[in-house]
Nanobody, 121 residues
Framework: QVQLVESGGGLVQAGGSLTLSCAAS????????MGWFRQAPGKEREFVAG????????YYADSVKGRFTISRDNAKNTVYLQMNSLKPEDTAVYYC??????????????WGQGTQVTVSS
C-alpha cells in the first residue's frame, strides 16, 4: 500500500519555474516506478513524465520535454517534478502516481490527490 501526497503547486507567471514534490508513505516506495500526470479543465488527464524505480530511466511527454525534469530520492520516499519555462497551457491539476513508469494511467495503482498549477500569461 502506498499513499501519495503532492505539494508545491501554485500560481506562477509564464516563463517561471515551479518544483512539485510527491511524498510517499510505505516501505516499498523504491520498488515502484513513478509518474506525473496532469488534467486541465475540460480535458482528459494526460501523462507528463515517468521515472523507473532506481531513477536511472526517465520518460517525458513531447509537450514538456526539455522543460520539465522528473527525479526521485528513494531515501526520502519522494519524487519531484522540476518545471521550467512554464506556459499558460501547463495550467492543470498535477497528480503523481505509483506503479509503472509508462504513459498509460492503467499502469499505475496508486494516485495522489493532486496539486493545482496555474500559469498566468
Amino acid at each position: 500500500q502506498v499513499q501519495l501526497v503532492e505539494s508545491g503547486g501554485g500560481l506562477v507567471q509564464a516563463g517561471g519555474s515551479l518544483t512539485l514534490s510527491c511524498a510517499a508513505s510505505g516501505r516499498t516506495f523504491s520498488t515502484y516506478g513513478m509518474g506525473w500526470f496532469r488534467q486541465a479543465p475540460g480535458k482528459e488527464r494526460e501523462f507528463v513524465a515517468g521515472i523507473n524505480w532506481s531513477g536511472g530511466r526517465t520518460y517525458y511527454a513531447d509537450s514538456v520535454k526539455g522543460r520539465f525534469t522528473i527525479s526521485r530520492d528513494n531515501a526520502k520516499n519522494t519524487v519531484y517534478l522540476q518545471m521550467n519555462s512554464l506556459k499558460p497551457e501547463d495550467t492543470a491539476v498535477y497528480y503523481c502516481a505509483a506503479g509503472s513508469w509508462g504513459r498509460s494511467e492503467n499502469e499505475y495503482g496508486y494516485w495522489g490527490q493532486g496539486t493545482q498549477v496555474t500559469v498566468s500569461s
